[in-house]
């Protein structure tokens, strides 16, 4: 059973390590303006993710962890995935019907380090755009 949880725990970590460094590398990369809240708030989760995996694996190596704690851990972890998710895709979805109103450019800053009216991916816009 002890193989099976940590295997589990495993692949939290992974998946919480994988969103904490991506978040991060995407805050670092906004070239223009600060990053969207909605990556901040990815990395804050990943850190949460990382912080349950830690609880989770100790209750499991020793029995000083109360089940309640592991349970809310997990139930945090969950809720901030969840939460962190919805986020990302309401953002992304916004604008990409239609751009009439410039919603596109605002969706696409998550992606490309910012908008800005001059530049794309740090180099200058032709004419043509």
């Given at each position: 059973m002890k193989v099976t949880v940590l295997g589990a725990r495993l692949a939290q970590a992974f998946t919480a390590g994988t969103?904490?460094?991506?978040?991060?590398?995407?805050?670092?990369?906004?070239a223009h303006g600060a990053a969207p809240p909605q990556t901040g708030f990815s990395a804050f989760t990943g850190a949460i993710g990382?912080?349950?995996?830690?609880?989770?694996?100790?209750?499991?190596?020793?029995?000083?962890?109360p089940d309640?704690?592991?349970?809310?851990?997990?139930?945090?972890?969950?809720?901030?995935?969840?939460i962190a998710g919805i986020m990302r895709g309401i953002n992304c979805s916004t604008g990409f019907a239609n751009d009439d109103n410039g919603k596109l450019k605002e969706a696409a800053g998550l992606f490309d380090g910012g908008y800005s009216p001059t530049?794309?991916?740090g180099l200058p816009l032709t004419a043509d755009g």
């Open positions: 969103v904490l460094g991506l978040s991060i590398t995407a805050i670092k990369w906004q990382l912080i349950a995996v830690a609880i989770g694996v100790a209750s499991v190596l020793t029995s000083v962890v309640s704690v592991i349970v809310a851990a997990d139930g945090l972890a969950v809720a901030c995935f969840a530049e794309r991916f």
